[in-house]
């Protein structure tokens, strides 16, 4: 099983449309998560850290569950500049240091 | 300020080659972290560097070995190129205390193994 599951995608929408991303991390000892956006080739660039609470940043929002190690992203009001591939990331700390571990990815393509 | 800058941004070697990636962090960052990213994947991580030690070690071959130098800049070897070592190798810096909000990328240089 990899360590970070997303949904296969492309997710085609048009202008406007609601759009929810999921991902899932297998392992438990995962301290942070995250969701990057790469357009293409480009660097990955932080878009969001998610939190056990719920945050909000705009048209985006992040959820995460401990429990199911289940981790949302929901674009409200999508817009043509949403084009491009979102990641999910989660970290695992332990006593050598720290590294993101990347998704595969979902491209999200926004049409007018 | 200076973001995270690497080099050279594109480069085509030959299988059984020895390739040679550089990168330098961003103001104030002491630590380096190099990704992998092949087409159609999220970045895997290879390795960290800190204190011009490895600290981390993702899965890959010993054929990728690193080196980091006192003034926190760091190159990415990589002996004896596979056709699947073709990908965008990436760079990230960060600090101790920014957390991972702070972990800054570089454009990346892209590696064509032909």
């Known amino acids: 099983r990899k360590e970070v599951e997303q949904d296969p995608g492309p997710f085609n929408v048009p202008e406007g449309a609601t759009v929810a991303f999921n991902c899932t991390y297998s392992?438990?000892?995962?301290?942070?998560f995250f969701w990057y956006r790469q357009d293409c080739r480009k660097e990955p660039k932080l878009l969001m850290s998610?939190?056990?609470s719920g945050n909000e940043d705009g048209r985006f929002t992040a959820q995460l569950n401990r429990a199911s190690q289940y981790i949302s992203l929901l674009i409200r009001d999508s817009k043509l500049s949403d084009s491009a591939t979102y990641l999910c990331?989660?970290?695992?700390?332990?006593?050598?240091?720290?590294?993101?571990?990347f998704g595969k990815g979902t491209t999200l393509s926004v049409s007018s | 300020d200076a973001g995270v800058t690497q080099s050279p941004t594109h480069l085509i070697k030959t299988r059984g080659q020895q390739v040679t990636l550089r990168c330098s962090p961003k103001?104030?960052?002491?630590?380096v972290s190099w990704y992998q990213q092949a087409l159609g994947q999220g970045p895997q991580f290879i390795f960290q560097?800190?204190?011009?030690?490895?600290?981390q070690r993702g899965n890959f071959p010993d054929r990728f070995s690193g080196h980091q130098f006192p003034n926190y800049s760091s190159e990415l070897n990589v002996n004896a190129l596979l056709l699947g070592d073709s990908a965008l190798y990436l760079c990230?810096?960060?600090?101790?205390?920014?957390?991972?909000?702070?972990?800054?990328f570089g454009s990346g240089t892209r590696l064509t193994v032909v």
């Open positions: 998610v939190y056990s």
């Open positions: 990331v989660v970290n695992t700390k332990n006593q050598a240091g720290t590294a993101l571990i």
């Open positions: 560097y800190y204190e011009e030690e490895e600290r």
């Open positions: 103001s104030g960052h002491d630590t």
């Open positions: 990230a810096s960060s600090m101790p205390g920014q957390g991972l909000n702070g972990y800054t």
């Open positions: 392992n438990s000892a995962s301290q942070s």
